[in-house]
T-cell receptor, first 112, second 113 residues
Framework: ELKVEQNPLFLSMQEGKNYTIYCNYS?????LYWYRQDPGKSLESLFV?????AVKQEGRLMASLDTKARLSTLHITAAVHDLSATYFC????????????FGQGTILTVHP | DSGVTQTPKHLITATGQRVTLRCSPR?????VYWYQQSLDQGLQFLIQ???????AKGNILERFSAQQFPDLHSELNLSSLELGDSALYFC????????????FGSGTRLTVV
């Protein structure tokens, strides 16, 4: 059974600081997705990572995928308050893509 | 607006009742996926349909069923509801199996009292 683990689960940051969220998964996969969720809201797609070594950046967020290490990272640069949200990674595998297994989520709070 | 439409947004019902949640995928997307988000279980995959056919099943209870219609909208039916079924139910759709990602709807919040 595929397991996806994120750490940390809670992250309190100061504005302007950098930090990384880690996503480890237990079974070989070359498809990983990052989502953002605001309280009570939908899941907003941030990054789609489809191969080993994939790196994508959007604004202050950068995501990477190392399929050999079964690890993805979401790096936050110079955090701002608007980045406060819950971030999920999700791994896609098997013969039927779309059966995403999600991590527990990382609750990010950015303080002034 | 993600393009995936879910109705209703909120639903409050009593234990033992049956409800139907509806999802319209983005234009052009043939696949629909249902997920449940609860505090204790997190986000869990329930079921997938592709162009009207069931393609994959996850942790979906026997009391739950789904279907996808010829116009590609999908319905998730939840019956004999229990307090523990209270959760956010999301529908997602995709084009070409997720190569371009999965787009989620705004969800239906179900409260069973």
């Amino acid at each position: 059974e595929l397991k996806v683990e994120q750490n940390p689960l809670f992250l309190s940051m100061q504005e302007g600081k950098n930090y990384t969220i880690y996503c480890n998964y237990s079974t070989t996969s070359d498809r990983l997705y990052w989502y953002r969720q605001d309280p009570g809201k939908s899941l907003e797609s941030l990054f789609v990572l489809l191969s080993n070594g994939a790196v994508k950046q959007e604004g202050r967020l950068m995501a990477s995928l190392d399929t050999k290490a079964r690890l993805s990272t979401l790096h936050i640069t110079a955090a701002v308050h608007d980045l406060s949200a819950t971030y999920f990674c999700a791994v896609d595998m098997g013969t039927s893509y779309g059966k995403l297994t999600f991590g527990q989520g990382t609750i990010l709070t950015v303080h002034p | 607006d993600s393009g995936v439409t879910q109705t209703p947004k909120h639903l409050i019902t009593a234990t033992g009742q049956r409800v139907t949640l509806r999802c319209s995928p983005r234009s052009g997307d043939l696949s629909v996926y249902w997920y449940q988000q609860s505090l204790d279980q997190g986000l869990q995959f329930l079921i997938q349909y592709y162009n009207g056919e069931e393609r994959a099943k996850g942790n979906i209870l026997e009391r739950f069923s789904a279907q996808q219609f010829p116009d590609l909208h999908s319905e998730l039916n939840l019956s004999s509801l229990e307090l523990g079924d209270s959760a956010l139910y999301f529908c997602a759709s995709s084009y070409k199996g997720g190569s371009y990602g999965y787009t989620f709807g705004s969800g239906t919040r179900l409260t069973v009292v």
